[in-house]
């Protein structure tokens, strides 16, 4: 099989799981419940980093934090980003938009105060 055709059945086989997706929203009482907590979730993750970044900033002190990690998270975050975009799932989009800003702000407080 060559290389193209390999790239083709991938794209039909995706098609075809795509067409049995679910209904949204989803009659399921519950999975309209889950659906309504992943944005709540997606939006409380990035807020709870705040108090860190207020410390970070208030204190001028980000002893202790490590920019390699923080640079590793935010390139994670770049390809959860494309993810969420290619499939068009509003919460990856929203909460790894929020993680990559955040990460951001880290990391220029590890590189002023660290």
Do not use: C
């Not at 794209?11 to 992943?38: A, G, Q, V």
Request: proline share 4%; charged share 20%.
């Amino acid at each position: 099989m060559t290389q193209m055709s390999q790239a083709l059945h991938h794209f039909h086989r995706r098609k075809r799981i795509y067409k049995r997706h679910e209904r949204y929203p989803s009659p399921n009482k519950w999975k309209r419940l889950m659906d309504k907590l992943i944005f709540a979730v997606g939006v409380l993750g990035p807020i709870m980093t705040i108090p860190q970044l207020l410390k970070i900033f208030a204190e001028r002190n980000a002893a202790g934090l490590s920019i390699v990690t923080f640079v590793s998270y935010l390139i994670l975050d770049f390809f959860w980003l494309a993810y969420g975009i290619m499939h068009k799932e509003k919460p990856i989009i929203i909460t790894f938009a929020a993680w990559i800003l955040l990460n951001i702000i880290i990391i220029a407080g590890i590189m002023m105060y660290g």
